[in-house]
């Protein structure tokens, strides 16, 4: 057994852990399902209740027109800026070198509808306004995300986002938000969903990042705009006939945590300074804006697993189950503050620090 | 309330239904889960147990190397036209006219896949050897759906599946088969899913028609053709974090109902015979050869109407929700025989025929 798949396995052992809500496990569908009548009708090839409903919750919140439920974001946003790129007649698009539609996605954007993506930023700092003034000529639609995950979950300043709005529209480029983790960052920016949403020409949000649904997603817009999105859902084959156990489990596990957002938050500004307080750790952002950050080691992974181990065994506090390996001498791992963080004593966790802090000095 | 909505309000009001396994609704979900373990671990990214099993356990009773679960046949079938084309060096497939790919996705075959489909056979039959032998050169995949649902669930003889089979091997030509009710053919033929699936090179099955699952697909065929099926899959949207929801219940209700096919079979035969007794109705095929067949009046839907509502409300067996316009002076409906038929007593049956066919001899 190497040195990461015995951190795996001392993290499986730990009593708790500081991250995410929990296992990803059937106890969350049956859970979300506990309290649904079994007579529920299903949603039928999206009509229905089941999902007319919620789509009309989520246009609500988001404060769009209409929305449409989706099994993935990846389908949700291709569809998207085709329809832009339609619409616009240009087949290029702009986004961040770090986008999930550019790093995740096997080039489905590319090999099915044929877009161009422009570039937009180095990959390890944000899209800024000068950035989307210097795009040229012809770009049909500007893809955000917010907060940027790949960099740690770093965001604009509001005002700054709003300039890039107000010169998107001033231009006629359409404005998408990747907004997988958008409810995470509303109580950084004090704004409600629909008032950043209303920023955007087109919003995608997921259900099972902060939310911590099993998957699916919400593509918001005009109604025109969902209408012809719907088309593009079924040539993607997802228009299943029956989406509801992620629509169910989307709407329970909403319903749960969107009042949550704003501890997960101050939980991840608190969690950062401990990092930030040992030797050899930094977190990305350094103060979080959002209920994730990374965290960066300046140690090689197989350095610094038996240091972690050695804190799960010894104070049976869960850090991560395992490393990414982002140098010769270095290493991180992605944090994302959920229900689990509030099951961690205080003193727990500062003894677990010091321990971590302690072994890293000596180290 | 026009004569279609007041049908499907009297059949909503019936104790009986002769078709399918009783209503699409929550329960469905909840029955396949209650034996299910809640630490059961989800499945991720296509990793994990709970789907690397059932995707072994399909490719074995299909008896192919390798099998992919995919949220939708939709999906999984373009994507392995896509494949084929790729490999094959022509954007030329050739299927029968009525194929769900042309009638059914939003032609996302052409509009994401760029293929150019030849139509083979009339719209109101079976694709033949001769139809496949003067297709010309240059085609990359033939696609056959066993059966043939739009035209009532025809089937052709297994001799001449057979020898499409051998000439398409000869021709170098690819042979996909739309199984989507390959399991309800399977007593008809004699034959195991393997032996059928032995004349082709892959082929998708369906988890909710007569499996009666909530959704999903299974893509089979050698190992490097299911590869790369993972790739597209991921490009189409559908490589969600997590599809369980899916596939414990297509696994499930596979359990529950592979053994009852047969059964299903000489109902479907029972049923047909009764619906051709009557005046001014027929069955296509006349004599099923699966689970399902479709119910033609020589009457318009409004004539039609109003004898159903009679025969619902007096002997509490509903037929059919609704009928489909086929002409001036006619009308069908599509009907699968599941778990529902065996609930109707026999008596109550024949009473309910003999009450429709004086109604439509006096009609």
Same mark, same amino acid.
């Given at each position: 057994?190497?040195?990461?798949?015995?951190?795996? #396995?001392?993290?499986?052992?730990?009593?708790?852990?500081?991250?995410?809500?929990?296992?990803?496990?059937?106890?969350?569908?049956?859970?979300? %399902?506990?309290?649904?009548?079994?007579?529920?009708?299903?949603?039928?090839?999206? !009509?229905?209740?089941?999902?007319?409903?919620?789509?009309?919750?989520?246009?609500?919140?988001?404060?769009?027109?209409?929305?449409?439920?989706?099994?993935?974001?990846?389908?949700?946003?291709?569809?998207?800026?085709?329809?832009? !790129?339609?619409?616009?007649?240009?087949?290029?698009?702009?986004?961040?070198?770090?986008?999930?539609?550019?790093?995740?996605?096997?080039?489905?954007?590319? #090999? %099915?509808?044929?877009?161009?993506?422009?570039?937009?930023?180095?990959?390890?700092?944000?899209?800024?306004?000068?950035?989307?003034?210097?795009?040229?000529?012809?770009?049909?639609?500007?893809?955000?995300?917010?907060?940027?995950?790949?960099?740690?979950?770093? %965001?604009?300043?509001?005002?700054?986002?709003?300039?890039?709005?107000?010169?998107?529209?001033?231009?006629?480029?359409?404005?998408?938000?990747?907004?997988?983790?958008?409810?995470?960052?509303?109580?950084?920016?004090?704004?409600?969903?629909?008032?950043?949403?209303?920023?955007?020409?087109?919003?995608?949000? !997921?259900?099972?990042?902060?939310?911590?649904?099993?998957?699916?997603?919400?593509?918001?817009?005009?109604?025109?705009?969902? #209408?012809?999105?719907?088309?593009?859902?079924?040539?993607?084959?997802?228009?299943?006939?029956?989406?509801?156990?992620?629509?169910?489990?989307?709407?329970?596990?909403?319903?749960?945590?969107?009042?949550?957002?704003?501890?997960?938050?101050?939980?991840?500004?608190?969690?950062?300074?401990?990092?930030?307080?040992?030797?050899?750790?930094?977190? %990305?952002?350094?103060?979080?804006?959002?209920?994730?950050?990374?965290?960066?080691?300046?140690?090689?992974?197989?350095?610094?697993?038996?240091?972690?181990?050695?804190?799960?065994? #010894?104070?049976?506090?869960?850090?991560?189950?395992?490393?990414?390996?982002?140098?010769?001498? !270095?290493?991180?791992?992605?944090?994302?503050?959920?229900?689990?963080?509030?099951?961690?004593?205080?003193?727990?966790?500062?003894?677990?620090?010091?321990?971590?802090?302690?072994?890293?000095?000596?180290?």
């Amino acid at each position: 057994m190497n040195e990461q798949n015995a951190l795996l #396995e001392a993290f499986n052992g730990t009593e708790v852990q500081l991250a995410g809500h929990g296992k990803r496990e059937v106890a969350v569908l049956k859970e979300a %399902l506990a309290g649904v009548e079994e007579q529920l009708a299903a949603d039928l090839y999206g !009509s229905g209740a089941v999902i007319e409903d919620f789509q009309t919750e989520m246009a609500g919140v988001l404060g769009k027109e209409s929305s449409v439920f989706f099994p993935s974001g990846t389908m949700a946003q291709q569809i998207a800026l085709r329809i832009w !790129s339609d619409r616009k007649g240009s087949k290029r698009v702009a986004y961040h070198p770090l986008c999930h539609l550019e790093i995740h996605e096997q080039d489905g954007l590319k #090999e %099915l509808h044929h877009l161009e993506p422009l570039l937009l930023a180095d990959k390890d700092r944000l899209i800024t306004l000068d950035d989307v003034k210097n795009m040229g000529a012809g770009i049909a639609c500007l893809l955000l995300e917010l907060p940027q995950r790949e960099i740690g979950g770093q %965001l604009p300043e509001y005002a700054e986002l709003e300039a890039i709005s107000a010169y998107c529209r001033e231009q006629g480029i359409i404005l998408h938000l990747d907004g997988a983790r958008l409810f995470e960052v509303l109580p950084y920016y004090g704004k409600t969903a629909a008032e950043v949403c209303g920023l955007f020409d087109s919003v995608y949000i !997921s259900f099972y990042k902060g939310i911590g649904g099993i998957a699916g997603a919400v593509l918001a817009g005009s109604r025109e705009f969902t #209408e012809e999105s719907k088309i593009w859902k079924r040539r993607h084959g997802g228009d299943l006939i029956s989406l509801y156990p992620y629509i169910l489990t989307a709407k329970y596990y909403y319903g749960q945590r969107i009042g949550r957002m704003a501890g997960y938050y101050e939980q991840a500004k608190e969690l950062a300074a401990l990092f930030n307080s040992c030797h050899k750790v930094s977190t %990305l952002p350094e103060v979080p804006v959002s209920n994730m950050f990374h965290v960066h080691f300046a140690l090689s992974r197989e350095q610094l697993a038996p240091v972690l181990i050695q804190v799960y065994t #010894e104070t049976g506090i869960g850090l991560t189950p395992r490393l990414k390996e982002t140098g010769e001498a !270095s290493c991180a791992y992605e944090l994302n503050i959920g229900d689990l963080y509030s099951g961690v004593s205080k003193p727990a966790l500062e003894e677990a620090f010091r321990l971590l802090d302690k072994l890293l000095q000596e180290g």
